[in-house]
């Protein structure tokens, strides 16, 4: 049943894969449910409910990529970054997150699916801004629960190349979030995602340098 829900949401959402993504995507799942009846990494716990809340809902802002190096803040669960990059093997993904435990799940993530395009950083944003001062900016930078619009500007913008985005994915529309955007940054635009089987509101918003 995965395999079919995957494949008609991708169709839904007209998404072409490269070849064995398909796969790997599953076993992506496989893996998170697996380590997640010892570390809690997601309340999604039903297979066919995380191919709607983790993957479609992360492949479905593949259109607004730009670039060959992107950052993903706050990682998580590897998400949206490891869908993404399984999806997209061009390119280059940092997956940044503070917690030990869910970078140990990263890792292992990253070693058993093959995925030579991404590398895992246990850093907060703040440190990593040191660290990554030799490397050129990013020119995307993707959040999916990363607290409030004006804090991940504050947190990543620094990393962003001067025509890069940042891209919050977000439920509602967070019109008092956009109010409090830090000077020199906007709002580019809101895109409402239609995730085929995810109920409620979704959006992505594409911010940038004024």
Known sequence: MSLQALQHGLKELGETLPEGAEAKLLQF?????HWNSTIN???????????????LDSLAIRPWL????????????????IPLAIAEP???FVLLDSAAKRCRFLTQAVLELGLANVQVENLRVEDYLVAAEQESPFTTI??????SLDKF????GRLLS???SLLAMKGKMP??????LPAGWRLRSAEKLAIPGLEGERHLLILGRA
């Open 90 to 92: 061009e390119r280059f």
């Open 162 to 164: 001067d025509q890069g």
């Open 29 to 33: 799942l496989e893996l998170l449910q």
């Open 41 to 55: 990494l997601t309340a999604v716990r039903d297979i066919d409910d995380m191919v709607v809340a983790h993957l």
């Open 66 to 81: 730009d670039g060959e190096r992107i950052l993903d803040v706050g990682s998580g669960a590897g998400l949206p970054g």
């Open 175 to 180: 019109a008092d979030e956009l109010r409090m």
């Open 142 to 147: 993707t959040a999916r629960a990363f607290s």
């Open 153 to 156: 500007v504050a947190a990543a």
